[in-house]
């Protein structure tokens, strides 16, 4: 989330599937995910679909793809309209360690580097491709590394820091903006279960886990508020007691809310 925060209203965001958080800092609101999931005729892709492939370009969020490392040429095209059209607009994009291997991920961010886009990709290094892990994938960990290959910025920070990623996502997002070209950002964090609800994770050892707990990026930013007198228990108890009553509902809306009529299933799908 704390990428999404980085960018300004007229940029664009292209978000995986576990990049929920960010299409609610790009305005959507968990209404919007609720109805989604359940099919609902409300939902922001009128039912047609149950999981987080939808998008609305008027709040700047370009619909996720499924199939890893095919929306960084899309989000490298977005950039590049925006200069051909001489739009101040930056284009955010994710990806994870095990996407890094696809073609489309080394072309989007070459043809990127060649023309020189505002297009800003962050690389989530969860240090495991489903059940493979990094040393299994390539030879070279440092994913940033490709940065150099290509001729553009790239960096290897904190993933778990909020305030890290937010600063240094904020610093290649102005940069683009001004001219600087594309940068590869590599976030160093962990996936804390498995793969999917299917996936019990049993192929990562158990110390991992245990080293990664200590280092949970909530916890860590809710210690550095404490620390630094800007926010108390109190307060917090506040915000938390606010969300809780907005999610219950925003579950009711969506469960009160009607399925789809079978004759709108194909308005929509193809172009008019």
């Known amino acids: 989330m704390a990428t999404a925060y980085a960018l300004e209203k007229q940029d664009v965001l292209g978000p995986m599937i576990r990049n929920l958080g960010s299409t609610l800092v790009r305005g959507f609101k968990p209404r919007d995910i609720f109805c989604q999931y359940m099919a609902r005729e409300s939902g922001p892709t009128g039912g047609r679909d149950c999981n987080l492939h939808f998008g609305d370009l008027h709040q700047g969020v370009m619909a996720c793809i499924s199939m890893l490392g095919a929306?960084?040429?899309?989000?490298?095209?977005?950039?590049?309209?925006?200069?051909?059209?001489?739009?101040?607009?930056?284009?955010?994009?994710?990806?994870?360690?095990?996407?890094?291997?696809?073609?489309?991920?080394?072309?989007?961010?070459?043809?990127?580097?060649?023309?020189?886009?505002?297009?800003?990709?962050?690389?989530?290094?969860?240090?495991?491709?489903?059940?493979?892990?990094?040393?299994?994938?390539?030879?070279?960990?440092?994913?940033?590394?490709?940065?150099?290959?290509?001729?553009?910025?790239?960096?290897?920070?904190?993933?778990?820091?909020?305030?890290?990623?937010?600063?240094?996502?904020k610093s290649a997002v102005e940069r683009a903006r001004q001219g600087g070209g594309p940068a590869l950002i590599e976030c160093m964090?962990?996936?804390?279960?498995?793969?999917?609800?299917?996936?019990?994770?049993?192929?990562?050892?158990?110390?991992?886990?245990?080293?990664?707990?200590?280092?949970?990026?909530?916890?860590?930013?809710?210690?550095?508020?404490?620390?630094?007198?800007?926010?108390?228990?109190?307060?917090?108890?506040?915000i938390i007691d606010r969300i809780t009553r907005e999610l219950d509902d925003d579950v009711a809306f969506a469960e009160n809310s009607p399925l789809p009529n079978a004759n709108t299933a194909s308005p929509g799908v193809y172009a008019d």
């Open 71 to 169: 929306l960084i040429p899309v989000m490298a095209g977005i950039a590049l309209s925006s200069v051909l059209r001489g739009e101040n607009r930056v284009a955010l994009t994710y990806i994870g360690d095990g996407g890094t291997r696809v073609g489309d991920f080394h072309e989007g961010l070459n043809f990127a580097a060649v023309k020189n886009l505002p297009l800003i990709v962050i690389v989530e290094n969860n240090q495991y491709a489903y059940s493979t892990p990094v040393t299994s994938q390539m030879k070279n960990t440092r994913v940033s590394d490709f940065a150099q290959a290509y001729g553009i910025f790239g960096t290897t920070i904190d993933g778990n820091d909020v305030l890290d990623v937010y600063r240094t996502t």
């Open 189 to 238: 964090t962990f996936r804390m279960k498995g793969h999917a609800e299917h996936d019990d994770a049993k192929y990562v050892p158990a110390e991992l886990f245990e080293l990664w707990k200590k280092r949970d990026p909530i916890l860590r930013f809710e210690k550095y508020l404490y620390e630094n007198g800007i926010m108390t228990q109190s307060q917090q108890q506040t």
